[in-house]
């Protein structure tokens, strides 16, 4: 799929980038609000201001360097669930098509430690990304897809527990994840590489 040229469609910026997570401490650090923490250490990287509240989230915008692609990051403050309330409005503001959203998140399907992207596809029971279909009008969105792993059972509880509960691998596994998952976000917004 060819993506469009930077600036092509007039919008007033070139990406929507979005983590999704949970709001609140008491979600903090755990796998399903890994996106949150890509989103948070590309701010970081592209030296983006102090985010604002707008679209029923935390809401950033800059460029990615000195005459890089225009960019918001979007962390939505809505539960996971309800994501699609957050990033419909700011779609529609920024008049971007589908496919310059690009969705960071957590995946249960692939494994710890590997990192995916892709437009569209499935929802794979991901209630944020559900959300997110409903309020886009559609699933073809960009994704970074991040590998957490699964437990051994598919108890939904204890699904549940262990994406809201403490990342089981080490500090140092989890930031070279968050990494991995902010370099594949980056080279998509730079047009280095196809979602």
Do not use: C
């Amino acid at each position: 799929m060819r993506i469009p040229g930077r600036g092509g469609s007039g919008a007033p910026v070139d990406w929507l980038v979005v983590g999704l997570g949970n709001p609140g401490a008491r979600y903090a650090g755990t796998p399903h609000n890994v996106g949150f923490e890509v989103a948070n250490l590309l701010a970081q990287r592209w030296e983006l201001p102090r985010a604002k509240t707008k679209f029923g989230g935390l809401l950033t915008e800059g460029r990615t360097g000195p005459g890089g692609p225009r960019v918001a990051v979007l962390l939505p403050q809505t539960y996971m669930n309800e994501a699609g309330r957050s990033v419909g409005p700011a779609r529609g503001t920024y008049k971007l098509p589908l496919e310059r959203v690009l969705v960071i998140h957590d995946e249960i399907d692939l494994p710890f430690g590997e990192v995916r992207t892709r437009v569209g596809g499935g929802l794979a029971g991901h209630n944020g990304l559900k959300s997110l279909k409903a309020e886009l009008g559609g699933p073809d969105f960009a994704r970074v897809r991040i590998g957490v792993g699964r437990p051994d059972s598919t108890d939904p509880e204890i699904v549940v527990a262990y994406v809201l509960g403490a990342f089981r691998q080490s500090k140092a596994q989890v930031a070279a994840l968050v990494d991995d998952a902010a370099r594949a976000a980056e080279a998509i917004v730079l047009g280095e590489r196809e979602p």
